[in-house]
């Protein structure tokens, strides 16, 4: 049973808090399937529909792929859809997260970060989205089990705003299975802030004229979704995909501000939390629960005279590029924290895009790849202290070997 | 790429299709397609159920009318008809 202290502060783990977010939201559908460490989401979604406080259809699939086709098809024909999965789930998936995406079906899901088997292993590491980042979705990482509760919350208003939709990650068994203090807000104030879905509206003048008709499955005024598309279309659909995702920059921006007018908490800036960077000669750069650890060193580094900083990156898709070119190029050294392996690859997924994205600047910073934390692997204080070390004496760039693994017996 | 194609800043948005299924003939690339004779025709409605492309018209009295245009040649009408009145013929 969940424990309500002062009518608004609750203890919830992570999977709790995105239950709670998702049943304030005035979700119509959700339609999942329970796999370690994101079944606590899918019971406690269940519970709440099974004893009434949740006014939804819940569909007991009997795969991944299934439950997020069955999102997929609510969303197209007008409902607020979620799912929610982890690793293996996640790559079941696959198929469906570019059709989703495709057709620009607002789906909302929660991805508890789990690696992938094999081995099978069920903790926590990144390699599950990271694989799925090139699949049309926004990404946007939570750091703690209240940011977890408050992106879900916002994504569905970002994914029904931008036409994308929203992967919201928590960190598995570090924030999932967490017991934490929430502040949950009045359902009342969540349920005016999503409102009710609106249904863009398109022109198919070959098909209905020149009315205006909804973008979704409706017998009134019949369109296709995902039609046979060969060389003469399949080109400029997906360019179109790609240039609408950068227009989801100010969206996302917006309903974060929305929301810290509601709830007290805007996350700025919302794309990356720098923390205390001012005059930082280097600074770890990475996603997640682990940057609560890394503020903890900084703090005590600091105290030591030592100039270093963190930055925390909370959306990945879309990548601001922009951003880190701005905010990176005034600094000596940044350590990327990549908890996921691309294998073969030049680093790991954050490390390559964020030297990437250094590559137009005047003044590139040193970058490191450390990989870390792969199948829960613990990132202890002393390590995060030894990557600071190795930062402040790095002296050029490229420094071989470009990938150093963190915590990793030889 | 011809200048009579729409470019990405005007298609309409999800890829969802732009012409109506009438403007496309799908049919064209069937190697056999249905020939029913009428004398043959119970007008049960079989062909017209079981088509997977829907491209049985009918009005629930007269014989069923396929549109060719669409019909891709499967022969499933053919299997199913109890009076053996639909014959697959090569186009």
Known sequence: ?410 | MSSSLVGWKDLPIGGVAFISTKEYPTGEWAVFQPKIDESKCIKCGLCWMYCPDSVYRWDGESVPVPDLDHCKGCGICEVECPTKAIQMVRV
Not at chain 1, 237 to 258: D, G, L, Y
């Open chain 1, 1 to 410: 049973m969940l424990k309500q202290i002062k009518g608004t502060m609750m203890a919830l783990n992570g999977d709790e808090a995105v239950a709670w977010a998702v049943k304030q939201s005035n979700v119509d559908v959700v339609s999942a399937y329970p796999i370690t460490p994101q079944t606590i989401i899918v019971e406690r979604i269940s519970e709440f529909v099974n004893n009434g406080e949740m006014d939804a259809e819940f569909i007991h699939v009997e795969s991944e792929h299934s439950a997020l086709s069955a999102a997929w098809g609510a969303a197209l024909a007008g409902a607020r859809a979620f799912t929610a999965t982890s690793a293996q789930g996640l790559a079941l998936m696959w198929e469906i997260l570019y059709i989703t995406a495709s057709t620009r079906a607002p789906v909302v899901m929660a991805v508890v970060n789990r690696a992938l088997s094999a081995p099978i292993n069920i903790h926590n590491d990144h390699s599950d989205t990271m694989g799925a980042r090139d699949s049309g979705w926004i990404q946007i990482y939570s750091e703690d089990a209240q940011e977890v509760y408050d992106n879900t919350i916002m994504a569905f208003k970002i994914a029904e705003q931008t036409l994308f939709p929203v992967m919201v990650t928590l960190d598995g068994f570090t924030i999932s299975h967490t017991l934490q203090n929430v502040i949950v807000l009045p359902d009342e104030v969540v349920s005016d802030f999503v409102g009710v879905r609106k249904i863009p509206r398109i022109k198919l003048p070959r098909i209905h004229g020149e009315r205006e008709i909804p973008l979704m499955l409706n017998p009134k005024y019949p369109i296709t979704f995902g039609p046979l598309d060969l060389y003469d279309y399949y080109f400029e659909h997906k360019v179109q995909q790609n240039e609408a995702m950068k227009e989801t920059f100010p969206i996302i921006e917006r309903v974060h501000k929305e929301y810290g007018e509601i709830s007290g908490r805007s996350y700025e800036p919302v794309f990356m939390i720098p923390y205390r960077t001012e005059d930082a000669d280097v600074v770890i750069f990475g996603l997640s629960s682990t940057m609560s650890v890394v503020r903890k060193v900084v703090d005590e580094l600091r105290a030591g005279g030592k100039k270093v900083g963190a930055i925390r990156l909370r959306v990945f898709r879309p990548f601001p590029a922009d951003i880190i070119r701005k905010e990176l190029s005034k600094f000596h050294a940044v350590g990327v924290l990549d908890r996921c392996i691309s294998f073969g690859g030049e680093g790991g997924p954050l490390f390559t895009e964020v030297r990437s994205s250094l590559y137009g600047s005047s003044s590139r910073p040193i970058v490191h790849d450390y990989i870390y934390g792969l199948g829960g692997r613990d990132l202890p204080r002393k390590l995060i202290v030894k990557i600071f070390e190795e930062l402040l004496s790095a002296r050029e760039e490229p420094e071989s070997p470009v990938i150093r693994y963190v915590g990793v017996r030889e």
